[in-house]
């Protein structure tokens, strides 16, 4: 049971549990000693029901019974869970299984963005490769013009069709990029690619910026490109920056850096043991309704005059090591989560 996904008690009739699973106790945010001999009834909102529930499986009344609670979890609003009670072969006892319905619209999401990258992916490899063809004709034509008109007034123009034919060959050759370089594959130490992002960002914004470690020193090393993820998070962490200009002028602007350690996690339609979790948090204003649900499509930019790029292909560079880029927002308050499976 503690391999599960979902959350698990095994209750006696009279309420009190007798085991714990390791995904109710992440839930409660309670130690499984802590929870087992106590009244599971006052994990919920409204106890009366379980114990109804509880009562009618120990006299047989049905063999399963299914409702809509809340469970209330320490230092924490409580979660909408939908409640399985079932007997089971030992008298006395039953298996109250909990699923949270905020995890299925959760996978839902995750799903629906591994689908949105890979398409994407494929949209951003053909686009780019069919504007290049006519780019380069384009600026070679211009640049033979040039060389045949002596009115310095008609140059003007051919240079600038030069200079903007180059302007989207650079765009083209950053879409392509991360498609382009070989992964460079080698021992990573998440804090080490931090710290470089970190002495970037305070040396592009070196007033009115506090950039906030807080480290879980514990969490291994991990096989990973180390200058694709510098990248990854240093997009994530410079459109921090810049959505915070606000708060720099004022002096009160923080970005903070939280690494923690995932247990038993599901996202990419995969389940793993251990994985990274790296938070890049921001106190600006939030990232724009119109845009909250498009923000890793390309080219989706919340910034006047922002390329739309780089969080695209921080999100590529993350699920080339298998990991996914989550987002949650709100005014005063953002934070980009990025989720690594560890060994």
């Known amino acids: 049971m503690d391999l599960l996904a979902t959350l698990v008690a095994v209750v006696r009739t009279d309420g009190c549990v007798v085991f714990a699973n390791s995904a109710l106790e992440d839930a409660l945010g309670m130690s499984r000693r802590m929870i087992e001999g106590q009244p599971f009834s006052d994990c919920f909102t409204e106890p009366l029901v379980l114990k109804n529930a509880l009562e009618g499986a120990g006299s047989n009344e049905f063999a399963a019974l299914r409702y809509d609670a809340w469970l209330k979890r320490a230092s924490h609003d409580p979660v909408p869970v939908h409640v399985v009670v079932a007997q ?8 109250v299984e909990l699923l949270p319905l905020e995890q299925q619209a959760k996978q839902e999401r995750e799903e629906r963005l591994v689908d949105q990258a890979q398409a994407n992916k ?10 290049k063809n006519p780019l380069g004709g384009i600026r070679g034509a211009a640049q033979l013009l040039q060389m045949e008109i002596e009115s310095k007034e008609l140059i003007e123009y051919t240079q600038v069709i ?4 180059d302007r989207l060959q650079s765009l083209v050759d950053r879409l392509l990029a991360p498609h382009r370089r070989p992964h460079m594959v080698g021992d990573v130490n998440i804090h080490e690619v931090c710290e470089r992002v970190r002495s970037l960002i305070l040396a592009e914004f070196p007033r009115g910026l506090k950039v906030v470690r807080d480290y879980d020193t514990s969490l291994p090393e991990f096989r990973g490109d180390r200058e694709q993820l510098i990248q990854a998070v240093l997009n994530i962490a410079h459109n921090a920056a810049q959505a915070l200009a606000e708060r720099l002028a004022a002096g009160s602007a923080e970005i903070v850096f939280r690494t923690r350690v995932a247990r ?12 990274l979790e790296l938070h890049v948090i921001d106190n600006g204003p939030g990232v724009p309704d119109s845009i909250k649900d498009r923000i890793f ?12 790029l780089g969080l695209t292909l921080a999100q590529t560079f993350v699920q080339q090591h298998h990991g996914l880029i989550e987002c949650e927002s709100a005014p005063g308050r953002t934070d980009f989560k990025i989720l690594i499976p560890l060994p």
Do not use: C, W
């Not at 949209?123 to 069919?130: Q, Y």
């Not at 030069?162 to 034919?165: D, G, L, P, S, T």
């Not at 499509?297 to 739309?308: A, F, K, M």
């Open 122 to 131: 494929e949209l951003i490899r053909n686009l780019a490769h069919e504007i």
């Open 88 to 95: 089971t072969d030992v008298a006395g006892e039953a298996v």
């Open 297 to 308: 499509y390309p080219l989706v930019s919340g910034r006047d005059g922002g390329s739309g």
């Open 264 to 275: 038993q996690v599901t996202f990419g339609k995969q389940r793993y043991r251990l994985a």
């Open 162 to 165: 030069i200079h903007e034919a």
